[in-house]
C-alpha cells in the first residue's frame, strides 16, 4: 500500500452523489475532520496543553484584594444617675475598609517543579493519545473501505457466475425441448441460477453495509450509500520485517502512551513526596480603614477615623502529624509508578507479538495470493471447457456445476486473500507509526 499523506488542508464537507468515486484518501481526509473519537482526543489534548501554558504561573505570589462600604445609623437615648438625659438619634456613619494580601510560595520542597514537569509531562501525553487515535482510525477507515471494495468485486464475481449459470439454464432448456436432456437438468439449473441471483441480492444489501460502517468514520449524515468505490486493492509487496521492527520500537503510538504515562507517574510520585518538606512563604498585606459621621455619639468618639497599616514578614509550615496521610500518597504513588512500569512492559510484548503474527499473515497471504491468481485462471478455462464440453452434449450438467463451484471458491479465496493482506499491510503500518505522515 502506497504510504497515506495527511494534507494540511482537509477537503472541505464532502457531498457524496450517485456515480461519484469516493477514493481511499478522500475518505480518510473526512474521517481526520469530521470523525467523532478523534474530535474529542483533539479536545482532551487541548485541555492539556492549556493547563501547561499556565505552568510558569505555579511560582508566582498569589495576590488577593477585599474591600467593603458598610452604612449605618444610631439612635440611641440615656439617662444617667443624676437625671440628665442624652438622645443621639440621628447619628449616620459609614465605614469604608479594603485590604490587599500578597503569599509567596518560596520553597515547597521543589513540589512546584515537579507540578510543572508533570503537565508538561502530561500535555505531551495529550498529543500521543491523540496521535494512537489517529492511526487507529485511519486503519478502521481503510480496512472498512476496501471491506466495500472486497464486497464489490464479490459481486463481479457472482455477476460473473449468474451468465454462466443464465447459459446453462438456456442450454439445459433447448436440450429438454429438443429431447436430448431430462428436465432434471433444466430445474438443477434454474434452482441453480435462482440461488445465486439470491446471493448476488444479498451481497447488494452487504456492500451497503459495509458503506454504513465506512459512514460512520467519517460521520456522513443520512445513510447516504449512493457512491462508488474504487474497483481494486492496491498492495505493498516490499514490506520487511527488521525494519518494520526497529522502527516500531521508536514510533509505536501505543509504545509512546506507555511511555509517557509512566513519566506522569514517576512525576506525581516526586510532586507527593514535595509534603514532606515544610513550605517557606513570603507574606505581605496591606489594610485601609476609614470611618465618616455627621456626629459623635460622645465626646470620645471621632466624627472622621482613618487607619492605613503594611505588614510584611515570613511563614513556615513545619508537616509534624497528619495521620500518616502524605506516606499513604506516596506509596500510592510509588504503586502507581510500579503498575505503569508493568503497563509499559506487556505494551511492549503485545505490540511485538502483534507485529510478530501481522507479519506472518502478510507473509502467507502474499504466497496465497499467486497461488489463488494462478488457481483463477485455471478454473475459469476449467468452467469455459465443461460448458462448452455440456453444450456439445459430451458432458452432465454436475459437470458443469462442480466447474463454476470451483471458479466461485477460486475467485473468493483470491478477493480474501487481496483483502487480508491489505488488512495485514495496515496492521504493520499502524503499529510501526509509518500509517501517518
Known amino acids: 500500500m502506497k504510504r497515506i499523506l495527511i494534507f494540511c488542508l482537509l477537503l472541505p464537507v464532502f457531498h457524496l452523489s450517485a456515480q461519484q468515486v469516493l477514493t481511499v484518501e478522500q475518505a480518510i481526509d ?5 470523525n467523532y473519537d478523534i474530535r474529542l482526543a483533539k479536545n482532551d489534548a487541548a485541555i492539556a496543553a492549556n493547563d501547561y501554558a499556565y505552568a510558569n504561573w505555579a511560582f508566582a505570589p498569589r495576590v488577593n484584594g477585599t474591600a467593603s462600604k458598610v452604612w449605618n445609623t444610631t439612635r440611641t437615648k440615656q439617662e444617667f444617675v443624676n437625671g440628665s438625659k442624652r438622645d443621639t438619634s440621628g447619628i449616620h456613619s459609614n465605614n469604608l475598609t479594603g485590604n490587599v494580601t500578597l503569599s509567596w510560595t518560596l520553597f515547597d520542597g521543589l513540589k512546584m517543579f515537579a507540578t510543572r514537569q508533570k503537565l508538561e509531562a502530561i500535555r505531551d501525553l495529550g498529543d500521543a493519545t491523540l496521535k494512537d487515535q ?3 482510525t485511519v486503519a478502521n477507515v481503510i480496512a472498512s ?4 471494495v472486497q464486497g464489490k468485486q464479490q459481486l463481479h464475481n457472482l455477476s460473473e457466475q449468474l451468465s454462466i449459470a443464465d447459459e446453462r439454464v438456456k442450454l439445459s432448456d433447448a436440450k429438454f425441448q429438443t429431447g436430448l436432456g431430462p428436465k432434471t437438468d433444466w ?3 434454474k434452482v441453480d441460477y435462482n440461488a445465486l441471483k439470491a446471493s448476488y441480492l444479498r ?4 456492500i451497503d453495509q459495509g458503506k454504513v460502517i465506512l459512514n460512520q468514520y467519517m460521520v456522513i449524515e443520512g445513510g447516504n450509500t449512493q457512491y462508488e468505490v474504487q474497483d481494486s486493492i492496491p498492495l505493498n509487496t516490499d514490506l520487511a520485517y527488521g525494519k518494520l521492527r526497529d522502527e516500531m ?9 506507555a511511555k509517557q504515562n509512566l513519566q506522569v507517574s514517576e512525576l506525581a510520585l516526586k510532586e507527593s513526596k514535595g509534603d514532606y518538606f515544610p513550605v517557606i512563604s513570603f507574606n505581605s498585606g496591606y489594610n485601609f480603614t476609614k470611618v465618616n459621621s455627621n456626629a459623635a455619639t460622645n465626646s470620645f468618639s471621632p466624627i472622621f477615623n482613618q487607619n492605613g497599616v503594611l505588614n510584611y514578614g515570613f511563614s513556615a509550615t513545619i508537616p509534624i502529624f497528619n495521620g500518616l496521610n502524605v506516606h499513604r500518597q506516596v506509596k500510592n504513588a510509588q504503586l502507581n509508578v510500579s503498575y505503569q512500569q508493568l503497563s509499559l512492559e506487556n505494551t511492549r510484548t503485545k505490540v511485538n507479538m502483534a507485529l510478530s503474527n501481522a507479519f506472518k499473515d502478510y507473509e502467507y497471504y502474499k504466497t496465497a495470493v499467486d497461488l489463488e491468481e494462478e488457481n483463477l485462471g485455471l ?3 476449467n468452467a469455459m471447457v465443461a460448458l462448452e464440453r455440456f453444450k456439445q452434449g459430451v458432458s452432465t450438467t454436475i459437470e458443469v456445476k462442480e466447474a463454476q463451484q470451483s471458479l466461485e471458491d477460486a475467485y473468493n479465496r483470491l478477493i480474501n486473500a487481496r483483502y487480508n493482506i491489505k488488512l495485514a499491510e495496515t496492521e504493520l503500518l499502524r503499529l510501526n507509526g509509518d500509517l501517518i505522515k
Open 379 to 381: 478454473a475459469r478455462e
Open 30 to 34: 473526512l474521517a481526520l475532520k469530521n
Open 203 to 206: 451481497q447488494q444489501t452487504v
Open 187 to 189: 430445474l438443477q439449473s
Open 249 to 257: 520500537l521508536q514510533r509505536n503510538t501505543s509504545l509512546m502512551v
Open 134 to 136: 489517529l492511526m487507529t
Open 145 to 148: 473501505y476496501y471491506a466495500v
